[in-house]
């Protein structure tokens, strides 16, 4: 990436995209975690089992 023909980053293009576009993704599957725990709806597994999920039960 450059600006006025002056380097800004140094980074090969995919890296970039998964820097900026799944950082972005990621936070917003978080908001929306928070949101539905806030609305008392268990969310869905996501990395595995959530705490809304008790293996206990």
Same mark, same amino acid.
């Given at each position: 990436? #450059?600006?006025?023909?002056? !380097?800004?980053? #140094? $980074?090969?293009?995919?890296?970039?995209?998964? !820097?900026?576009?799944?950082? @972005?993704?990621? @936070? @917003?599957?978080?908001?929306?975690?928070?949101?539905?725990?806030?609305?008392?709806?268990?969310?869905? #597994? $996501?990395?595995?089992?959530? !705490?809304?999920? #008790?293996?206990?039960?």
């Amino acid at each position: 990436m #450059s600006k006025d023909g002056k !380097a800004l980053m #140094s $980074v090969p293009r995919a890296g970039l995209l998964r !820097a900026i576009m799944l950082n @972005h993704w990621y @936070h @917003h599957r978080g908001q929306i975690q928070v949101y539905l725990r806030m609305l008392n709806i268990p969310g869905p #597994s $996501v990395y595995g089992p959530t !705490a809304d999920e #008790s293996p206990f039960m």
